[in-house]
């Protein structure tokens, strides 16, 4: 275990700090002061969208939050900047593992470079990246998640809430990864009600261009999809699906979140109402063991799947007139059941 006392130390290694990372996108620390190399913890560096865009990189931020109270130590959290490449990513995460931050996290697919480099250069730090299987290191845990398989719950619980028989997903990004939430969710659609038609529509071809950090663009893909009555909207797209949101409920349609409980959201609390459920992943869990496994001496590494068998992807049953349908909720037991037995097999692309 780390030692959890502190030595204050001069404000000058706090200014060295602030100087090391503003070079490479903003950042927050836990305390202002802290002691030695190897007494910080968990470092996590945002994806596209940064801290705030209630999905994803906050997640990430609340398994930061939860290690930090229960470990006691400091942790810092940095935020992308516009237009940066691998290479100002990679120096991102090396100037977290210089200043002694273990472990160091890469909040999604866009690290994938960057962890691979800077685990190369510090072999004794444990680095973690979000969405990605692809980095194959000693010191590096590939945390990634079966989201088809919460999405398949979302197509279920959207074929079983539609009245016009025609529902909407909206990717950020058209990628593999988010090809997966689409996959899934066609799937739940098709196999509860083969009547049912799935409008798709993708927001950008690459991140660079803002699919998942553009609200006006995802309202306006939403809309689209309700003018060609579809009365639920699924939304794969990070900070983008606020819009979606923003659409349905102006609409009076429903909306389904994703990766955070969005009901719970305070920046989304005027569109609750319209929040069906949200198709979770538990980035929060993933990047709090991963802190945890280093806390205990024993860095999680290679491969570490979160998927409805291990509690890591669900739906959300935060509105009550989602958890109080009865019908709609031994529909998707049901189908979760068969999942997690193999009776079902859901498509990732």
Not at 30 to 51: P, Q, R, W
Not at 207 to 227: L, N, R
Not at 236 to 256: F, H
């Amino acid at each position: 275990m780390r030692r959890i006392s502190r030595i204050t130390v001069a404000g000058a290694a706090t200014a060295s700090l602030a100087l090391a990372l503003s070079a490479c996108g903003g950042t927050s620390t836990s305390a202002s002061s802290s002691d030695s190399k190897g007494d910080k913890g968990l470092a996590i560096a945002y994806d596209v969208g940064g801290k705030g865009d209630q999905s994803f990189n906050d997640a990430a931020y609340a398994g930061l939050e939860q290690a930090k109270k229960e470990f006691q130590y400091d942790t810092a959290d940095v935020e992308p900047t516009e237009g940066e490449t691998d290479a100002d990513k990679e120096q991102r995460l090396v100037s977290l593992a210089k200043q002694g931050y273990n472990p160091v996290i890469g909040v999604g697919y866009a690290y994938a470079a960057a962890v691979k480099g800077a685990a190369e250069k510090f072999p004794k730090t444990t680095f973690g990246i979000v969405d990605d299987s692809t980095v194959e290191s000693k010191n590096v845990a590939d945390l990634v998640f079966s989201e088809e398989q919460a999405s398949y719950l979302a197509g279920v619980a959207a074929a079983k809430s539609t009245k016009t028989n025609t529902v909407g997903f909206v990717g950020g990004v058209d990628i593999p990864l988010i090809h997966k939430f689409q996959a899934g969710f066609e799937q739940g659609v098709k196999d509860t009600n083969p009547k049912v038609k799935v409008l798709t529509q993708y927001l950008t071809q690459t991140a660079e261009e803002g699919g998942f950090s553009s609200p006006d663009k995802g309202k306006s893909a939403a809309e689209g999809q309700i003018e060609k009555k579809a009365d639920v909207v699924y939304a794969a797209a990070g900070l983008s699906g606020q819009g979606v949101i923003e659409a349905a409920a102006a609409n009076k349609v429903w909306a389904i979140g994703v990766d955070s409980d969005q009901y719970k959201q305070e920046a989304l609390a005027k569109y609750k109402d319209s929040i069906l459920t949200s198709a979770m992943k538990d980035v929060a869990k993933a990047v709090y063991n991963l802190a945890q496994s280093v806390e205990d001496g024993k860095p999680e590494t290679g491969i570490v799947r979160g998927d409805l068998k291990t509690g890591e992807v669900s739906l959300s049953n935060s509105n009550p007139k989602f958890a109080d349908d009865t019908e709609l909720q031994d529909a998707i037991k049901t189908a979760k059941e068969k999942i997690i037995s193999g009776e079902i097999k859901v498509k990732s692309s």
